[in-house]
């Protein structure tokens, strides 16, 4: 049983010569077991730096986070369990789609090589890479690197499950396709999973709760029932 919960979470970023940013400014949260959140928000609003401190990407400037009742902000990233698909979060160009999906489960424990295949193919199958499998990073459209990065998030079996704007590259088809994916994907392993994203149909279609941020704090949480609803 592995929920989330932020508490009283804060981040400012200062650089010398300019003004202090408050990027996160006191976030509270409880995520239950398997529950996903759909995290909403104007661009600048502190999603990104969120996600980023959950991870272990970026400090924290105050508060704390348990992932199972556990305190996580001294451990490194790779000690967290976390796993993340990011916009911005690089592939190994030398390596096949195959190899770096196989690299994110070899940094975790020692898995034999059967087991690694095994779970490549699978993953792949699940989110749609089968036939990309020999491919190179740069040789893939946007989408497909975005199906890439969600699998090797997933291939991981992390505690959590952080998604910043995962479908946003696909076309309306694969994105159908791949949010329904998702939602069996996140019911069968029950992942606790937040999922930043623009789109209201997602959002919808996935969470089961709503949190909408603004300037840095939590300014609505509820059901997506309740967040579209309300006037
Ligand atoms: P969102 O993901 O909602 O667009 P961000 O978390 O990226 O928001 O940004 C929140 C605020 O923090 C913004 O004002 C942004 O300019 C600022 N910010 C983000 N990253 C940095 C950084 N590395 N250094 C300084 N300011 C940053
Ligand atoms: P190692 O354990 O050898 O350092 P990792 O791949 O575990 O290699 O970690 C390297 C960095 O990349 C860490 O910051 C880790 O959090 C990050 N990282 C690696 N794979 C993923 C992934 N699938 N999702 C998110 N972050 C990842």
């Not at 010569?17 to 995290?39: K, T």
């Not at 994203?197 to 840095?216: C, F, N, P, W, Y």
Request: charged letters at 30%.
């Amino acid at each position: 049983m592995t929920g989330l919960e932020l508490r009283e979470l804060r981040k400012t970023y200062r650089s010398r010569g300019r003004p202090s940013v408050d990027a996160v400014r006191g976030i509270d949260l409880n995520l239950r077991s398997g529950e996903l959140l759909g995290l909403l928000g104007p661009s600048g609003c502190g999603k990104s730096t969120t996600l980023r401190m959950i991870a272990g990407l970026e400090s924290v400037t105050g508060g704390d986070i348990l992932v199972g009742g556990a305190s996580v902000v001294e451990r490194p990233a790779q000690q967290r369990n976390i796993g993340v698909a990011f916009e911005n979060y690089a592939l190994y160009p030398p390596l096949s789609v195959a190899e770096n999906l196989a690299f994110g489960l070899k940094a975790r424990r020692k898995a034999a090589r059967g087991d690694v295949d095994r779970k490549v193919k699978e993953i792949a199958e699940r989110v749609g890479l089968t036939d990309l499998l020999d491919a190179r990073p740069a040789g893939l459209s946007s989408g497909q690197k975005q199906r890439v990065s969600l699998a090797r998030a997933l291939i991981r079996e992390p505690d959590v499950l952080l998604l910043d704007e995962p479908l946003s590259h696909l076309d309306a088809a694969q994105r159908d396709t791949t949010r329904r994916e998702l939602k069996r994907i996140q019911k069968d392993l029950g992942h606790t999973t937040i999922l930043v994203t623009h789109d209201q149909e997602e959002a919808l279609s996935l969470a089961d709760r709503i949190a909408v941020m603004k300037d840095g704090v939590i300014q609505q949480l509820g059901t997506p029932y309740q967040i579209y609803d309300s006037p």
